[in-house]
Structure formats: C-alpha cells, structure tokens
C-alpha cells in the first residue's frame, strides 16, 4: 500500500499522458532521460486539456524525437503512482501506451533525453528500463508484435 504524500491535495487529480514503443522494422525506439533517473523507457509526454489522446501522442514523439508517427495502435493503460524511479516521486499518472511506426532514422532529441537507441526487443530487456516501459513490453502480445513489425 502507498501512502500519500503530505503535499498531496483532495483536489488533485492523475495527469493524464500518452507514450508510443515505436517500431522501425524489428527495432524499437528508446530514449534515456533524466525525469526517469536515467532509465530507458519510451518517448511521450502529457495530453493538453482538450487535445485528443493520438494528437497528444503525436506531438509529443514530434517535440521529443522529430519523428512522425503512424500505424498506431493502443496497447494498455498503466498507473503509474508515487514512482521512486521519476524525478518527482510524489506524482500520479495515468499512462496511455501505444505502439507505432516510422520509417525514419534520423532522431532529433530535445532537452528531455540524452541518448537514443534503436534495439531489436527481446534484447532490450537487458537495459536498464524503467518499469512502465519494461511492463509495457513484456504485455504486448504476439498479434501486437506482428502487426507493429508489419503493418
């Protein structure tokens, strides 16, 4: 059981955001960043109010990556509550995870990460990758694979 923190007010609501594993053949796309305390997970960010969840995902992997997305497709939703491994622990999100495509391999990173890589991905759980992102990729079923592999 978490316990709350003693900052946290009633009126405090999750922040909703969107992140995308994204497929280029039968590689994925992972960034390392700060805010995850140097873990590798999956670009994304937060939904703007009034901005449709597949816009705020596109974006976001935009402004984070320079890429333009397609093929995506919606895989699950995480809470992600009081995470150690997030530069501020106290936070609640909700996680809307998605997987898509680009053809492109020229990454433009902002300020949010330092590294990129392109990994096959039953080799990328051998980093060091934050836990929505190593639940994300172990949940993903075989027709999810296939069809994010060959859309």
């Not at 999750?14 to 960034?31: Q, S, Y």
């Not at 039953?122 to 190593?134: D, G, I, Y």
């Amino acid at each position: 059981m978490s316990t709350i923190p003693t900052n946290h007010s009633k009126n405090q609501h999750p922040i909703a955001t969107v992140g995308a594993l994204i497929f280029r053949g039968k590689k994925i796309l992972l960034v390392k960043t700060h805010k995850w305390k140097n873990t590798w997970g999956i670009p994304g960010g937060k939904i703007k109010y009034g901005e449709e969840a597949s816009k705020a995902l596109k974006r976001e992997i935009k402004e984070e990556t320079g890429l333009q997305i397609k093929n995506i497709k919606f895989v699950l939703v995480q809470d992600c509550i009081h995470s150690q491994e997030f530069y501020k622990p106290s936070m609640h999100f909700l996680l809307l995870n998605y997987t898509a495509t680009t053809t492109k391999t020229k990454i433009i990173l902002n300020d949010e990460a330092e590294k990129y890589v392109w990994i096959e991905i039953k080799k990328a759980s051998k980093l060091k990758l934050n836990k929505p992102t190593r639940y994300l990729i172990k949940k993903l079923t075989y027709d999810q694979l296939s069809e994010a592999i060959s859309p």
